[in-house]
């Protein structure tokens, strides 16, 4: 089972000031980089891994979507999701990503917005999420950059010339990460970008895009606070869609 994390009072507590939390997607600065990534959502069947406060699934319905679904593991979360969107045509369920199964090609579009990290094995994820969607069905996620998520510690060093650099270790081992995110002892996962690719390409899916976000210069200059973003790349963000019919 995953790590429930997110029902600890001080992590919900302290995440709950983070402005994608606070502001929904529009505190989340890849968005719009993501939001390109996405199909369109007019009467399309969606689902969201990892739904959180349900910024996402909220969008969805703006957009049309015929039937969105919001799945998370995180009481405290789906609470506030609720709280949030009163009366709008959302159904949250709670249940564990290591090993959900949405029920066989009942979506067209499956999304996640990082959640991704948090799962031990994506391989299976993927051959969850390719029997979930219709064929051609799209699946939209963004994760910890593999550079992010195996950082070193400390994080940042200062170069010989004195510039400030980031610092990785154990890039080529996979696996578990504990970590200090709000609170100590989150765990998260690392997998390499070659990893994912080939997870999705071994379960029938064809990479529409790829993306190491950073912000752009005017995005820096609007929130200063991104600038480590340009040094190292924090997120990576993904899109594939089911390029052939299912043999099993």
């Excluded at 997870?199 to 950073?214: G, R, T």
């Amino acid at each position: 089972m995953a790590q429930n994390i997110y029902d600890d009072a001080a992590f919900f507590d302290g995440y709950g000031q983070f402005p994608r939390s606070r502001q929904g997607l529009a505190g989340a600065p890849e968005w719009p980089a993501l939001r390109g990534m996405l199909p369109p959502l007019t009467g399309r069947r969606v689902l969201d891994l990892g739904s959180g406060f349900g910024a996402f699934c909220r969008w969805a319905v703006e957009q049309g979507a015929a039937e969105v679904v919001g799945i998370d593991l995180s009481e405290r979360m789906i609470a506030s999701a609720r709280e949030r969107g009163p009366g709008l045509p959302i159904r949250y369920e709670r249940a564990d990503l290591e090993a959900y199964a949405p029920a066989e090609r009942a979506y067209d579009l499956i999304y996640s917005s990082l959640a991704v990290h948090y799962i031990a094995d994506f391989d299976a994820l993927c051959a969850r999420v390719r029997d979930g969607l219709v064929p051609g069905g799209a699946f939209v996620f963004s994760m910890e950059h593999p550079i992010f998520a195996t950082r070193a510690d400390p994080e940042w060093v200062t170069d010989r010339e004195g510039k400030r650099a980031f610092a990785i270790t154990d890039y080529g081992r996979e696996g578990e990460r504990i970590t200090s995110w709000v609170v100590d002892g989150v765990v998260k996962y690392h997998r390499k970008i070659s990893t994912c690719v080939r997870a999705l390409i071994d379960h029938d899916f064809a990479i529409d895009a790829l993306n190491e976000w950073s912000p752009t210069e005017a995005e820096v200059a609007a929130r200063p606070d991104l600038a480590d973003e340009v040094v190292r790349p924090m997120l990576l963000l993904m899109a594939a869609h089911v390029a052939a019919p299912r043999t099993n």
